[in-house]
């Protein structure tokens, strides 16, 4: 009987390579599901057994909950797992369809009053999280869970009566951002990449730039790190790089930088492999399981941006 299974996945990288490396990481730590994503992305595999994996993690109420974000433990829909989903979807080209409309309306219930997403709702409170993330009774709307959704609905041309006030809500926000997180800029570039309204947007990226620039969040020389502050909810060192802002040559985003900046930014994320193949998580530290899950999702983060600037060809 033939073999079907992931052994019949074929070779792309030799022996010793950083792709084989971390190849092996993913088998030996990582979760069914990134070990499905690492086999689509890089081994050639299909797409179905992800679908598969992720559908482990969806909830009656068409949210996905149970730890798909590590650092949000429990059962619980919350809008950061479902974001983390619909970036799966996205990824293996099944973002649309009757699912990704059951998605829209979890994500009508888990709104606040002005159509946006906070990043966690109280129904946490009792499973374990992140001490760095907070869970309040009436949590704001942010950025950081509504942008990185709005533009992934965009860019796969999903139409539902849940963007309209969420898509205002992202450019009222991005457009008076002044003293930005790190983690903030990354969901403003998720949305411009992808919104609509192109002329806008460029002139929004525009801006975000250069207050990026002008508030040293991005590295822009990996040999003088001690110049450059570390965000709230960070480990020290965890810096964050133009990589990290533009993780593809097509973002918006990439204009920030110069070739120089970018060269030397992606010379340290391909540095920055482990001996045991993985690539290192810089938020906080605060349990086992979740900083090795995190682990192999920065793993394959780090793979795509190389590919994607031609650093190595899988």
């Known amino acids: 009987m033939a073999d079907t ?22 088998w030996l730590t990582a979760r069914v599901l990134e070990q499905r994503l690492f086999a689509y992305h890089f081994l050639r595999g299909p797409a179905d057994p992800v679908e598969t994996a992720l559908d482990a993690y969806r909830n009656e109420d068409a949210g ?19 974001a983390r989903a619909l970036r799966v979807l996205d990824a293996v080209g099944r973002c649309g369809g009757q699912r990704v409309e059951r998605v829209c309306r979890y994500l009508t219930s888990a709104s606040t009053a002005d159509g946006a997403l906070p990043a966690v709702r109280p129904a946490q409170r009792g499973y374990p ?18 942008g990185p959704v709005v533009g992934l609905l965009h860019r796969n041309e999903v139409w539902h009566a849940w963007l309209f006030r969420a898509t205002d809500f ?15 800029v990354e969901a403003a570039v998720a949305f411009l990449d992808a919104a609509p309204d192109r002329p806008r947007a460029r002139a929004a990226a525009d801006r975000l730039g250069r207050l990026v620039r002008e508030r040293r969040i991005a590295v822009l020389d990996p040999d003088r790190l001690d110049a450059y502050p570390v965000a709230a909810g960070y480990a020290p060192g965890g810096h964050h790089f133009p990589h990290d802002f533009a ?8 204009a920030w930088f110069t070739e120089e900046e970018m060269g030397r930014s992606l010379d340290h994320l391909s540095a920055g492999q482990r001996e045991d193949g993985g690539w290192p998580v810089r938020r906080l530290r605060w349990a086992e399981a979740p900083a090795l899950e995190a682990r192999s999702l920065a793993t394959i983060e780090a793979l795509r941006t190389l590919r994607a600037y031609g650093r190595f060809v899988g």
Request: with cysteine; glycine share 6%; hydrophobic share 35%.
């Open 5 to 26: 299974g992931a052994s019949a996945l074929p070779r792309t990288s030799p022996a010793g390579s950083p792709l084989f490396r971390a190849e092996q990481f993913v």
């Open 64 to 82: 996905y909950g149970h730890g798909l974000e590590p650092d949000l433990r429990g059962p619980v829909s919350q809008p950061l797992h479902t």
């Open 129 to 146: 999280v992140a001490p760095f993330v907070p869970v309040t009774d009436d949590p704001p709307a942010e950025l950081l869970a509504t």
């Open 170 to 184: 992202c450019w009222r926000t991005v457009e008076s951002l002044e003293m930005p997180h790190p983690r903030e």
């Open 247 to 254: 993780p593809t040559p097509e973002s918006l985003a990439r």
